[in-house]
T-cell receptor
Framework: GAVVSQHPSWVICKSGTSVKIECRSL??????MFWYRQFPKQSLMLMAT?????????EQGVEKDKFLINHASLTLSTLTVTSAHPEDSSFYIC????????FGPGTRLLVL | AQSVTQLDSQVPVFEEAPVELRCNYS??????LFWYVQYPNQGLQLLLK??????LVKGINGFEAEFNKSQTSFHLRKPSVHISDTAEYFC?????????????FGKGTKLTVNP
């Protein structure tokens, strides 16, 4: 099946710093990447959709200037959390949205 | 728009007992249906999915689910659970349009299997 990797798997950072999360599709080309966020003890919510070669689309309530998404190639999409705050602490998961719906393993972000 | 309702937030059962985790969905268009499992501090693992064809879908770890279009349900079942099945289970839907589609998740059901 489709393999998706995420890096890093864990990150702890200070408030005010920026964190970049990479999502790679290892054995297929992903023209689209969905980015989900899961707060502790909650379900997953879609944050944004990245499209290779074009601007990402953001869900209502998600700040596009804070969560920068880049999808520069068919195998790599990145999410950068800028000026991170403790309330951004969450589990971030990417999904190429293929019919088989394989997710990346997730990145757990803790902002101190 | 699609929505998913998982009727039980927590389900405690004893080991070797049967279990059913309920999921209902709402959609004005055809959907694909999924069940995922999430173990503590881990990512999502696909248990099974319904895309088309037989309404009874068998997945990994002995789980199965039945798509019921008239009742808009996709309940997950296992005839005999193990301690290792303790986890959070998420039901999700996506539209059946071609190409990549986002998932809409239910709020999850925490299954706890007790000895």
């Amino acid at each position: 099946g489709a393999v998706v990797s995420q890096h890093p798997s864990w990150v702890i950072c200070k408030s005010g710093t920026s964190v970049k999360i990479e999502c790679r599709s290892l054995d297929f080309q992903a023209t689209t990447m969905f980015w989900y966020r899961q707060f502790p003890k909650q379900s997953l919510m879609l944050m944004a959709t990245s499209n290779e070669g074009s601007k990402a689309t953001y869900e209502q309530g998600v700040e596009k200037d804070k969560f920068l998404i880049n999808h520069a190639s068919l195998t790599l999409s990145t999410l950068t959390v800028t000026s991170a705050h403790p309330e951004d602490s969450s589990f971030y998961i990417c999904d190429p949205g293929q019919e088989t719906q394989y997710f990346g393993p997730g990145t757990r972000l803790l902002v101190l | 728009a699609q929505s998913v309702t998982q009727l039980d937030s927590q389900v405690p059962v004893f080991e070797e007992a049967p279990v059913e985790l309920r999921c209902n969905y709402s959609s004005s268009v055809s959907v694909y249906l999924f069940w995922y499992v999430q173990y503590p501090n881990q990512g999502l693992q696909l248990l099974l999915k319904y895309l088309s064809g037989s309404t009874l879908v068998k997945g990994i770890n002995g789980f199965e689910a039945e798509f019921n279009k008239s009742q808009t349900s996709f309940h997950l079942r296992k005839p005999s659970v193990h301690i290792s099945d303790t986890a959070e289970y998420f039901c999700a839907v996506s539209r059946t349009q071609g190409g990549s589609e986002k998932l809409v998740f239910g709020k999850g059901t925490k299954l706890t299997v007790n000895p």
